[in-house]
């Protein structure tokens, strides 16, 4: 029997491991990608002699890749590195960072002013648990069939944990914790969802519990860009070909099926099923034209903050320098409800540092240090014109520098600056959004856009923007859910 042949649009996380898992399967599968190289948003750059990771840093849930692995019958062959601390909290105010531990009763020492902190934390984690583990099979890692299935899904929630749909993060802090670090930090996991926690339901808060108590945080051995490496070198194995500088830009249908997708240089690839790992919502939209998600709806939906990322070479080493650093103002509230809908770029930004070197000496010469900075701005609906980027990002590396006692800025022996319109141009992001469509409680589960095309039978999707949602270990889940989707509609076919 001739195998079904599987287009895979993407060559992102989501691409990659749908295009394993099928391979697995014994599906015939192709990837095709508009970038010059494979992972998408987790990508690398090489500068100088630096070796930089574009986006991802650090991650949770990794068992979820243990699961991508077994399922595909190979010995996981990640090493991952659990960050202890967490990370560390600086405010412009305070003279010392907050170091954020696991460890309750180390973390409490932290925070001498909030009385009965360790007491009030295992009150909120419980809560925070509770919602985890009871929407976890229930609601997110699953497909849905229609709204109807999703009314059901939720009426199997307890109702306990209703009242926190309706209200947001910050308000839910509030009512636990009274001294304003702990609820700045506390809430600091809004924005990896890439929102801010007066915009984020309540609900959310697993991930504090995610963070503090189930999982942690892990990043990758030799760098995150090994766990693009390690897919390709699987892939190659199963026969999977990649084609480079092939950007998809139309399609052929005939009735509700597709029938081949047009690539920019006019070259028309045909297969059986097709899997976009491209945008969800903008793909429907820009290439298949769907009313849906035209440009002005797709404009009306809420999507995530937009990067303004800086890769930065370093001589020197830095002393007391955390591999996870945040920077924050004196202001956070006020910063969080108002940036991120302006139209000119933060004077005094809150941004985030990676310094990579500190887990993967590799990255950087010998005696240099490799730095990523996360800024996370307006997207390119608020703020279209980023010929200030050079600007902002002096701005950013001088207060690094005062803040962390180091002349980075005269230090620096190579730099790349990122802004939103780079991130949208290389990687197709809609109007910039660094992690996808938003994740209020209008755009989750059945609400998101679906990993089955509504018109199209044999077209699939797979990454941040549709089910369950961002960040790595999501999209590895989202590639499980499309496959357990593919072999459930085949089968359909086979017995209808
Ligand atoms: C700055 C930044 C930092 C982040 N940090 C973290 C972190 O620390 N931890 C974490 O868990 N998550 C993090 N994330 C989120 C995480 O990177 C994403 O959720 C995840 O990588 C998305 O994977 P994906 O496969 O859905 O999409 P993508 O990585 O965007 O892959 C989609 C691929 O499709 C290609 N493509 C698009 N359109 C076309 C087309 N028409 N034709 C052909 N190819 C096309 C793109 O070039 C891209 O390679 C971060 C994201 C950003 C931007």
Redesign the pocket.
């Known amino acids: 029997m001739t195998k079904q042949k599987v287009l895979v ?7 990659l491991c749908t295009a394993l898992r099928l391979a697995k399967k014994g599906f015939a599968v192709e990837i ?4 010059h190289q ?6 690398q750059i090489k500068q100088d002699g630096f070796t930089f990771d ?7 849930m990794s068992y979820e890749f243990d699961e991508l692995f077994k399922s595909c019958n190979i010995a996981n062959p990640l090493s991952f590195n659990e960050l202890d601390p967490l990370y560390a909290v600086y405010f412009s105010d305070k003279t010392k960072p907050y170091l954020i531990h696991k460890d309750l009763k180390k973390l409490a020492l932290e925070f001498p002013n909030e009385k009965d902190f360790e007491l009030k934390a295992k009150k909120y984690l419980a809560a925070a648990k509770g919602i985890f583990h009871d929407t976890e099979y229930r609601i997110v890692k699953r497909n849905y069939n229609s709204l109807f299935s999703y009314a059901k899904a939720l009426a199997s929630v307890p109702l306990k944990h209703a009242p926190k749909l309706f209200k947001n993060m910050w308000s839910e802090l509030e009512s636990h914790f009274t001294t304003q670090e702990v609820k700045v930090i506390f809430s600091l996991v809004a924005f ?1 969802l890439g929102a801010t926690p007066f915009d984020t339901p309540a609900v959310y808060s697993l991930l504090n519990y995610t963070e503090l108590e189930h999982d942690g945080y892990w990043n990758v051995q030799g760098g995150m860009y090994k766990i693009v490496e390690v897919m390709l070198k699987e892939l190659q194995k199963e026969g999977v070909k990649i084609t480079y500088h ?4 139309s399609y052929e249908s005939q009735n509700q099926v597709i029938t081949g997708l047009t ?1 920019k240089q006019g070259h028309t690839h045909v297969a059986d099923l097709y899997v976009i ?3 969800a919502a903008a ?1 429907r939209g820009k ?1 298949f034209k769907q009313e849906k998600f035209s440009t002005e709806k797709l404009d009306k939906m809420d999507w995530t903050l937009a ?1 303004f ?1 800086i890769y930065l070479g370093v001589k020197g080493k830095i002393p007391n320098f955390y591999h996870h650093n945040y920077f924050l103002g004196s202001n956070f509230n006020e910063y969080a409800d108002k940036i991120f809908k302006s139209s000119v770029a933060p004077e005094k930004p809150y941004y985030y540092v990676n310094v990579s070197s500190v887990h993967n000496p590799d990255s950087a010469p010998e005696n240099c240090e490799n730095l990523f900075i ?1 800024c996370p701005v307006p997207d390119l609906r608020y703020k279209k014109d980023w010929n200030d980027a050079e600007g902002l990002a002096d701005n950013i590396v001088a207060d690094l520098g005062k803040r962390i006692g180091y002349d980075i800025l005269n230090q620096t022996l190579t730099r790349k600056v990122m802004p939103p319109t780079e ?1 949208e141009s ?4 809609y109007r910039g959004s ?3 469509l938003a994740h209020g409680l209008n755009q989750v589960a059945a609400m998101r856009p679906a990993n089955k095309d509504e018109k199209y039978k044999n077209v699939y999707y ?4 549709t089910v369950p949602g ?6 590895v889940i ?1 590639s499980r859910l499309v496959q357990e989707r593919i072999e459930q509609d085949l089968k359909e076919l086979v017995t209808a």
């Open positions: 649009v993407g060559a992102g996380l989501g691409g095709l990608e508009k970038h494979a992972g998408g948003r987790l990508n574009v986006g991802p840093s650090f991650f949770s990896f092939t950007e998809i830009v690539d790992n491209a945008d793909f290439i990067p990322t996360l991130w290389t990687f197709n992001l660094g992690l996808g797979v990454g941040a923007s961002t960040g790595l270990p999501i999209v989202s």
